[in-house]
């Protein structure tokens, strides 16, 4: 096997772990990020191996190409997920600051309604 279709096996298999990744993304599936990402390192790894010199270029970059959209996808979504993160936390903060559970004098105060959740029908 030339070096040329060693790099491309292993550009295949990164487009198979990017697509497995933007799935894990979209549906949420934290647990299985942490494998995805280990596997992501090491093809990287050994890509990064290579040298430009004994490989034929101008045969990767459709699949190089496919691969860079991936990521670049994969990274839209991590960062919208990022977002949202903050986002929802930052409601919550401002919610946990606007009401007390409980009174100054540490007695229950049941006459402020929760802004966070509305639970009235």
Do not use: C, W
């Not at 040329?4 to 550009?11: C, G, P, Q, R, S």
């Not at 190089?64 to 670049?72: D, F, I, N, T, Y």
């Not at 903050?86 to 401002?94: A, N, S, V």
């Not at 007695?107 to 802004?115: A, H, I, L, Q």
């Amino acid at each position: 096997m030339s070096k040329t279709e060693e790099v491309l096996a292993h550009l295949s298999q990164l487009k198979d772990v990017l697509e497995r990744e933007k799935s894990v993304l979209i549906e949420n599936d934290a647990e299985k990020l942490p494998g995805i990402i280990q596997e992501k390192e090491d093809l990287m790894i050994t890509l990064s191996k290579f040298s430009e010199d004994d490989v034929e270029v101008d045969k990767l970059s459709v699949l190089s190409r496919e691969v860079k959209a991936l990521q670049e996808t994969n990274l839209m979504l991590t960062e919208q997920s990022i977002r949202y993160t903050e986002t929802l936390l930052e409601h919550i903060k401002k919610a946990a600051k606007q009401n007390n559970t409980y009174s100054k004098k540490g007695t229950f105060d049941d006459t402020k309604k929760s802004t966070l959740f509305d639970q009235s029908l």
